[in-house]
T-cell receptor
Framework: KAGVTQTPRYLIKTRGQQVTLSCSPI?????VSWYQQTPGQGLQFLFE???????NKGNFPGRFSGRQFSNSRSEMNVSTLELGDSALYLC?????????????FGEGSRLTVL | AQKITQTQPGMFVQEKEAVTLDCTYD???????LFWYKQPSSGEMIFLIY??????QNATEGRYSLNFQKARKSANLVISASQLGDSAMYFC?????????????FGPGTSLSVIP
């Protein structure tokens, strides 16, 4: 079956703009989480959604937001972009909320802010 | 404080030899899960192996095994018979507690290079 799909794969924005990234989880997976990966900070948890509800949130400013739709697809939005937001944004899905499920990751959306 | 520590920023291993990637973790929870992921240069995170805190046996998946030492809070990844395609970043990760859902904390990673 199809894996986690993230779009767009690459994008370039300028400071002050906003960006929306999309993630389609594996069919049947209801949990979607987002991570930011940078060379300096590594992989950092942004937020996690399950059944359209945000259940967990990392330590990011309010400029970072997300949502999940009834079909489990998720979007994240970053407003008023800053140079430091340049990163690989990874989306992951899992089948349920059990504490043993592995996360299946997409290939990521690489954002460059100029 | 770092929840996940990977003390080896970079490692080299000869093809066909075994290699151990170190990981120590910090948690006060009794229930937690430990993961290892591989990230090739393409960027995708690939799940390798999982160990639950209550699992008594060390996890194994093909050429990957997890050396779990609970008292030492250590979860080292052992790759046997290294292949050139094993060259990648390797991340140790942990999900804490019963209610942390999918908040998984990742370590800083170890870059593994397999030499022909």
């Amino acid at each position: 079956k199809a894996g986690v799909t993230q779009t767009p794969r690459y994008l370039i924005k300028t400071r002050g703009q906003q960006v929306t990234l999309s993630c389609s989880p594996i069919s049947g997976h209801r949990s979607v989480s987002w991570y930011q990966q940078t060379p300096g900070q590594g992989l950092q948890f942004l937020f996690e959604y399950f059944s359209e509800t945000q259940r967990n949130k990392g330590n990011f400013p309010g400029r970072f937001s997300g949502r999940q739709f009834s079909n489990s697809r998720s979007e994240m939005n970053v407003s008023t972009l800053e140079l430091g937001d340049s990163a690989l944004y990874l989306c992951a899905s899992s089948i349920d909320s059990a504490n043993t499920g592995e996360l299946f990751f997409g290939e990521g959306s690489r954002l460059t802010v100029l | 404080a770092q929840k996940i520590t990977q003390t080896q920023p970079g490692m080299f291993v000869q093809e066909k030899e075994a290699v151990t990637l170190d990981c120590t973790y910090d948690t006060s929870d009794q229930s937690y899960g430990l993961f290892w992921y591989k990230q090739p240069s393409s960027g995708e995170m690939i799940f390798l192996i999982y160990q639950g805190s209550y699992d008594e046996q060390n996890a194994t998946e093909g050429r990957y095994s997890l050396n779990f030492q609970k008292a030492r809070k250590s979860a080292n990844l052992v790759i046997s018979a290294s292949q050139l395609g094993d060259s990648a970043m390797y991340f140790c990760a942990m999900r804490e507690g019963e209610t942390s859902y999918d908040k998984v904390i990742f370590g800083p990673g170890t870059s593994l290079s397999v030499i022909p």
